[in-house]
């Protein structure tokens, strides 16, 4: 690492900007990624509406298809406005080759199981030819052909996410509907056997539990997973959920609430009654469904809500169009909102009861 990158990573951490990115991604920065970052910050700093830096957060969809039926999700619900469909190979291609030098962090996930996307290997491998640092969330609750999981866990990938939210069947399936446990923990299995055996850095291997009120009784028994297991790390997150509704699957404790929510204590990136805060989504990145359409952020599924198609247009057109301009105006000056858009409706409370919900779920919509 060029004495150069090391001063400009020591400014970043000095300036508290690396709360923004994951920190697994450090490794992947170059000296053009750390610049734009930096831009980036600042102008949310100084709450520049038409920016110059390029979005470095994007969660990108490989497929809103899910195998799954979670009852807190409009995709589980089969609420969803938006039509089911898999991401075109040669798109995600061209998109990811636009952001290469700008582009600290991808998610290859959103309201589907990415894993169901019969090229996804190929589009992760294509991630770490450009330098790109690679996430996938996946529920691998799936009878993968024989030979995947290798060639998955060999692709290049940076880091996988596996959710696991009960140390029994039982557990497990109150809210991964149709999911196995047993083929999970066997796909854990075999995935950490296949990374050991080739000696291999990457992929980071994270399995999680959601914290909720069946699963409570179950969270030493499932941090116990991590030696067994040999992953990297282990987590116990917190829900989102319609705070409307008296979900059943609301944990006891209220440290595994965030405090967004009424009663809770866990921090949050959200605004809550005491503290109003700006949200980092209009200068940081957004969310590319399949299709190319943009939404805001990883909690709103709406097509009616959507800032244009970045697959159709051109990125920094796209990244000052009047829904972003809008978007910033929120919370820069409301004064200078051009359009009415679904952040202008949120404002970064992301849990208050009065925005509108797709049906039971957490998700949010105009």
Same mark, same amino acid.
């Not at 996988?160 to 854990?188: A, C, F, M, P, W």
């Given at each position: 690492m060029s004495e150069n990158l090391i001063d400009k990573l020591e400014y970043i951490k000095e300036?508290?900007?690396?709360?923004?990115?994951?920190p697994e991604a450090i490794p992947f920065l170059t000296s053009k990624k750390i610049d734009n970052f930096i831009l980036a910050c600042e102008e949310k700093e100084k709450g520049i509406l038409k920016?110059?830096?390029?979005?470095?957060?994007?969660?990108?969809?490989?497929?809103?298809?899910?195998n799954l039926r979670c009852p807190l999700c409009p995709t589980g619900l089969e609420l969803s406005d938006r039509k089911k469909g898999i991401a075109k190979l040669n798109e995600i291609k061209k998109f990811l080759y636009s952001v290469k030098d700008s582009c600290i962090q991808i998610y290859l996930q959103n309201w589907g199981e990415p894993t169901l996307h019969k090229n996804i290997c190929e589009i992760v491998s294509?991630?770490?030819?450009?330098?790109?640092? !690679?996430?996938?969330?996946?529920? /691998?609750?799936? %009878?993968?052909?024989?030979? @995947?999981l290798? +060639?998955?866990?060999?692709s290049?990938?940076?880091?996988?996410?596996?959710?696991?939210?009960?140390?029994?069947?039982?557990?497990?399936?109150?809210?991964?509907?149709?999911?196995?446990?047993?083929?999970?923990?066997?796909?854990?299995?075999?995935?950490?056997?296949?990374k050991k055996e080739n000696n291999l850095t990457?992929?980071?291997?994270?399995?999680?539990?959601?914290?909720?009120?069946?699963?409570?009784?179950?969270?030493?028994?499932?941090?116990?997973?991590?030696?067994?297991?040999?992953?990297?790390?282990? !987590?116990?997150?917190?829900?989102? /959920?319609n705070? %409307?509704?008296?979900?059943? @699957?609301?944990? +006891?404790?209220?440290?595994f609430i965030y405090s967004s929510y009424d009663g809770g204590k866990a921090t949050?990136?959200?605004?809550?009654?005491?503290?109003?805060?700006?949200?980092?989504?209009?200068?940081?990145g957004f969310v590319i469904n399949y299709d190319g359409n943009i939404s805001a952020c990883c909690i709103v599924d709406d097509p009616n809500s959507d800032f244009e198609n970045v697959f159709k247009d051109d990125l920094m057109k796209v990244w000052n169009n009047k829904y972003f301009i809008s978007a910033r105006a929120e919370f820069v000056d409301r004064k200078k909102i051009i359009t009415n858009t679904i952040c202008n409706i949120c404002k970064n409370e992301t849990h208050k009861k009065d925005l509108k919900r797709l049906g039971a779920s957490f998700a949010i919509q105009k």
């Open positions: 300036k508290g900007y690396l709360e923004h990115i994951n920016v110059k830096s390029l979005p470095y957060h994007i969660v990108l969809e490989p497929t809103n298809a899910c294509y991630c770490q030819e450009l330098g790109l640092w !690679s996430h996938i969330s996946t529920n /691998f609750s799936l %009878n993968y052909k024989d030979g @995947f290798k +060639k998955l866990i060999k290049g990938l940076s880091y996988i996410h596996i959710d696991i939210d009960g140390t029994t069947q039982e557990v497990y399936s109150e809210y991964r509907k149709r999911g196995n446990l047993s083929l999970v923990l066997k796909n854990l299995e075999e995935v950490c056997k296949i990457y992929p980071k291997i994270q399995i999680s539990m959601l914290a909720m009120k069946q699963n409570e009784h179950q969270h030493e028994e499932f941090l116990k997973f991590k030696k067994k297991y040999g992953v990297d790390f282990i !987590s116990i997150d917190k829900i989102q /959920f705070p %409307n509704l008296n979900s059943k @699957f609301i944990p +006891k404790n209220k440290e949050t990136k959200s605004s809550t009654t005491f503290s109003k805060k700006k949200c980092h989504w209009p200068w940081s």
